[in-house]
């Protein structure tokens, strides 16, 4: 995993690669792939959209962010690989997840529309040649290889599995 050099690659690109655990971009994708196909749909169902503290989003609104800001990271790195020249817009997280529909969906739904953007994410990552997955991305105060967007995808859904595994997966009642 190449990690950038720069004075203002952000903060959270080491958390971002510590989460990776050193793999390659392709290979992280794939194990977040089979990360999303190991999900225990059953006992998603149960967990329904209780939340582990008042507040916090259920599993539906953490798929669905998960989601869109996965859609969105694709969005720059296109622009960035196609050198567009458009700085990106930061996006509100909260108001995102307050608007979304999540907990009206299916949790099959959220998985299944998760596999198929991650599908498509990694097809697109796989036709960035290694110029590409390397260029420097800079936006907003950050500057890092567009390679670290795919990275900051795989992190991304690791972290948040690892919020469900650790507060969710305990209100299942028939674990």
Partial sequence: MEESNSEQQPDFLQEVYELNEGRDLFK???LSFKAIDDLDIEQLKRIGLKTYKEGKWSV???????????????????LFARKEGTIPDAH???IMGTHSNADDLPIEHLIQELRVVRQSTILMFESFNEDILSMTCKFFEY????????FSIT??????FNIINERYIP???EQ
């Fill in 28 to 30: 992280a994708l794939e």
């Fill in 60 to 78: 539906h609104k953490i798929l669905q962010h998960l989601i869109d800001w996965e859609r969105i990271w694709c969005y720059r790195a296109i």
């Fill in 92 to 94: 509100d997280q909260e």
């Fill in 143 to 150: 500057e890092m290889p567009l390679s670290a967007i795919g």
């Fill in 155 to 160: 992190a991304h859904q690791i972290h948040h």
């Fill in 171 to 173: 209100l299942d009642t």
